[in-house]
C-alpha cells in the first residue's frame, strides 16, 4: 500500500467529521476532505517531519474552509432544490430529549471562532496543543475559546430546551382550546 493510501485511510474520517462539523453538509464536507488530500498530493512532499502530516491535514482543511467561506460571503450560491430544503419546516421531536445529533445542530449555530476549537477538541479529540498548530493561535486562545464556547453551546442547549417546553404548552393548550 502506498503512503498515500494509507495516510488517506489512517485520517479520512477524522477529517470528514471535522469538515462536516464545519461545513454542515455532508457533500461540501467531503470536497473539503478531497481538496485537502489533493492538496497534500501537491505539497505533502515539503513536509520534512512527517509525524506532523496529522496536523498539517486538518489545518489545511481548515484553511481551505475559511477560504471557501470567505468566497461565500462575497459570492453567494443558491440551488433551487437547496430553497426547498430551506424553506420546509423542522419538526421538534420532543419525546428524546436533547442528543448527540441535536448537540452537534446546536454547534454548528455558534460563531465560527468557538465552533471550530469545540469540534477538534469534543469530536475529534485533539490537545489543545494540536488545535493552536491546527487554528495557528496561541494556546491560551484556543482554551479560552473552547470555554467560551462551551458556555455559548450551554445557552443554546437551554433556549433549546426552554423552547421545546412552550411549543409543548402551547400544542397542549391548542388542543384543549381546539
Known amino acids: 500500500m502506498s503512503e498515500f493510501q494509507e495516510l488517506v485511510d489512517q485520517h479520512y474520517q477524522p477529517l470528514y467529521r471535522f469538515a462536516y462539523s464545519m461545513a454542515k ?14 492538496i497534500w498530493a ?9 509525524s506532523k ?7 489545511t482543511l481548515y484553511r481551505e474552509h475559511l477560504s471557501h467561506a470567505r468566497r461565500s460571503t462575497r459570492f453567494p450560491e443558491s440551488d433551487i432544490e437547496d430553497m426547498d430544503y430551506q424553506l420546509s419546516t423542522e419538526e421538534l421531536d420532543t419525546s428524546r430529549g436533547l442528543d448527540g445529533k441535536r448537540a452537534v445542530e446546536l454547534l454548528q449555530r455558534l460563531d465560527e471562532t468557538f465552533r471550530a476549537p469545540l469540534a477538534l477538541f ?3 479529540q485533539h490537545s489543545y496543543k494540536e488545535i493552536a498548530a491546527i487554528l495557528d493561535v496561541p494556546m491560551g486562545t484556543v482554551m479560552s475559546r473552547i470555554s467560551r464556547g462551551k458556555e455559548q453551546l450551554r445557552s443554546k ?8 417546553i412552550i411549543n409543548m404548552e402551547n400544542q397542549g393548550k391548542a388542543k384543549i382550546n381546539g
Not at 461540501?28 to 478531497?34: G, I, K, T
Not at 442547549?157 to 421545546?164: G, N
Open 25 to 38: 453538509s455532508p457533500d461540501r464536507a467531503a470536497d473539503l476532505v478531497q481538496q485537502t488530500f489533493c
Open 42 to 50: 501537491q505539497k505533502g512532499h515539503q513536509l520534512k517531519d512527517r
Open 53 to 59: 502530516a496529522k496536523t498539517w491535514l486538518f489545518t
Open 122 to 124: 469534543f469530536l475529534q
Open 157 to 164: 442547549m437551554r433556549l433549546d430546551a426552554d423552547s421545546k
